[in-house]
Nanobody, 121 residues
């Protein structure tokens, strides 16, 4: 079982930055693949960034070069550094945990409650 709590969302202007955090309560945190997903208004949930146990990252094309995902296994915390934010990045951002390394939301059984990111032009 994994309990996840996101924080750090907010409202920023285009070009700004935000840092999201996701604190996990679980044993063997390092054995889980972790990911950030987002869901914008009227859109399907999409994968943004994912990271394996040791911390090797992978990104969606839409955020490459702008977002950085990392994890601190000692603190059981996942991070998402977002820069050069665009209005199109506006969404609810969720962290998720899985034993499967995937971009498919259905492969992630554990989810946080989400944190809202709003980018104005």
């Amino acid at each position: 079982q994994v309990h996840l709590v996101e924080s750090g969302g907010g409202s920023v202007q285009a070009g700004g930055s935000l840092r999201l955090s996701c604190a996990a309560t679980t044993d063997a945190y390092e054995s889980y693949y972790m990911a950030w997903f987002r869901q914008g208004p009227g859109k399907e949930r999409e994968g943004v960034a994912r990271v394996d146990g040791p911390g090797l990252p992978n990104y969606a094309d839409s955020v490459k070069g702008r977002f950085t995902v990392s994890r601190d296994n000692a603190k059981k915390t996942l991070y998402l550094e977002m820069s050069s934010l665009r209005p199109g990045d506006t969404a609810m951002y969720y962290c998720a945990a899985s034993r499967t390394y995937s971009w498919v939301p259905e492969r992630y059984p554990y989810w946080g409650q989400g944190t809202q990111v709003t980018v104005s032009s």
